[in-house]
């Protein structure tokens, strides 16, 4: 597994790497000039240097707590909050070889770990010591801090569940993932037949939070209802919510500052519950559906209805726009998908491929196949503009509540509901593809209930997931 597509290179920036350990050298003949020879005066200087080559997005956490009582001098983590490596500084009156060994007994971890004195450097991976240098020689500690900082932990697999956010109270009915890859907005109606932790009331809530460290941002209290759907403006500055109060609400993602809230009144004046909510690729329209059967767009510029397509006679489950922005797609308890045209309203092709209620739906990134997941238990994949069927998908044990098309297109992810309770990932056709060898790719079984949403990671190497058991669980995806 490969968790950073960017590696720490002497050779890319070797001026800014020689300015930087030159600096660190500098700071060392202050500090001697000073007098200052403990550990707690010189520490600063290799954290200063850690600091200043860590690559962009990465945190320096000093004296962090493990769960075995160890406290590092730092631990450096990554975007992902993961730990991806370690320091601990001895100053030169200690013996080096015997403050590694008392650290090493007392639990101090030996994945990734440098132990320093300001003259020697000694780096651990995976357990067995791979390097011992001479500090004040720039090339070999350049040398060792180019094999610190690119260092891959090989146990975070495929299906490694990397961060649980457990900020909900009631089951997790959408989320979604922010474009920039900083954020995930999360939202949860009541467990009105909980089968594990019993919840008195829903908090009607939307809740943000920060998916390198699972702390919360802030929680959004507009709606006055369960909330059904969240999706993030392209430029993630705007959150968009929809939920059983008849509206949707758009609101700043930094500030929740003054939201703008569009109302969907039934023919008698009513407001009527709206279940699927999304935005167009431009961000200057949103399209949600209604159990009133019928699809509105509205120009978020303006705040004015632009039509409404109608789903003769079904009540909408599903609504998404193509990411050409040409099309929409909207599924409906009648068991068919409707294609048209996001400007003209001319309908292109209606899919009827399943048996029973189309719950979900998810387009591939080129727009040009469409992924839908259904009452049925199936997945099923066909061609847009034709309706043409390409592939079923059986791997799941009950109703089909999410799917998700991975950024590169190469993969669907899948999300079970009820006693299924898994999410599944699947080839996906593309050019090349070959029916006969092609398929189930992997099955991830972290959550203990039903599985209302998913979400890739912008980059795809990650999913988010949540449901019924009140967790969002990031994962490995590959």
Known sequence: MQQSSKQWKISAKRKAIKDILEAYYAEL???ASRGVTNEEGLRPAFQHLLERLKPEGWALILEESRPNGCEPDGTLCDTLNLPRGYWEAKDTKDDLETEIRKKIEKGYPTTNIIFEDTQR???FQRGKRVRDINIRQLTQLAEMLEQFFNYVEPLVTQGTTLLTYRGHKGYLTTLAWSPDGTKIASAERLLRYPRYAPSASTNNTVQVWDTATGARVFTYYGHKGDV?????????????SAGDDGTIQVWDAARQYKPTIYEHLSPAGHLQPIQTFCWSPDGTRIAFGSWDRGVQVWDVTSNRKLFVYPSYGDKVMAVTWSPDGKYIASSSA???VHIWSADTREQFCIYRGHSRAIVA???SPDSKYI??????WTVQVWEAHTGHHLLIYRGHCFTVRAVAWSPDGKRIASAGGHTDNTVQIWDAPIDGWDKATRGHVFTYEGH???????????DGAHIASGGEDMTVQIWQAK
């Open 334 to 336: 009648g068991n068919t």
């Open 361 to 363: 739906l998810a387009w």
């Open 29 to 31: 003949v202050d500090y």
């Open 121 to 123: 450097g000694i780096l």
């Open 371 to 376: 992924a839908s997941g259904s009452q049925d």
């Open 228 to 240: 059904w759907a969240v999706a993030w403006s392209p430029d993630s500055k705007l959150i968009g």
């Open 448 to 458: 203990t209930a039903d599985i209302g949403a998913l979400a890739w990671s912008p």
